[in-house]
């Protein structure tokens, strides 16, 4: 079973909560894919065995071949392409790899060339595999090392993965591939805000999904009125407690610093199971 962790936005405690949930189930898998910026690692100190890079499909244009009828240009919605003078221009910073140019030149002049744009490392942490990605800076798409790790999960067991924050493409790619999608939340105004936006994208993908309201307090009441008219379950409150905060700041685990937390999080697995995909 896979389980996303992600949000509608940074900073509200996805990771916080991945880690936690991978030390508290047994044997289970993390896999960060928070590649533009992987910090699971800050709280697990992994050994590293093995770094796979990760490439770019980039178009090459043979221009002996090119016509320079545009339809390529006309059909990369990333402008990553440009027909002057006749000839082809490649931006690679800026192109995302889809290959659709290459579909749609009528005469076969565009190859795929390669670029590395990051890599996943992968070892293990207090016991446990651990995946991460990293994407290089300037690089326009963290999709393909997001699907470069989901390759090497390991089909037993239960795999956690560290989404990337926001609701942009490479979420997408995590949570098509989960068998349910745990969305972390803050009770502020932004916190709903971004909320429903990773609501909507769940329901989209029709991915079984429930909400986890980090730094709970008084204003709950705004996420839990969302998650009603929804009909999205709440499966855990953590509460807004300075020795939480203080714990985070020194790189301590949840469940390492509060071990009674542990069983709460194995009671919302359960849940989990219930109401996933397969
Ligand atoms: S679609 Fe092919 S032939 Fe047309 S401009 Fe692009 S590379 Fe040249
Ligand atoms: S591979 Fe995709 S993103 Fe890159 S230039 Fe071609 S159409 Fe544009």
Redesign the pocket.
Known sequence: MIIAIASGKGGTGKTTLSVSLALAIPDAQLVDADAEEPNAHLFLDPEIAETIPVNM???EVDARRCTACGK?AE???????AVVKDKVL???E?????????Y?CPEGA?TAGSRRIGEVEVGTAKGRRFVQGRLHPSQPTAVRIVQAELERVEKDGVTIVDAPPGTACAVQEVISEADFCVLVTEPTPFGLHDLGMALDLCEELEAPHGVVINRSGPRDGLIEDECRRRGTPVLLKIPFDRKIAEAYSRGRPLVEAFPEWGGRLLKMVETVRERARR
């Open positions: 499909m980039i178009p390529c059909f990369c919605r990333f402008n990553a392409l490649v931006f690679p800026i192109c995302h790899g889809c290959g659709g140019c290459a749609v565009i």
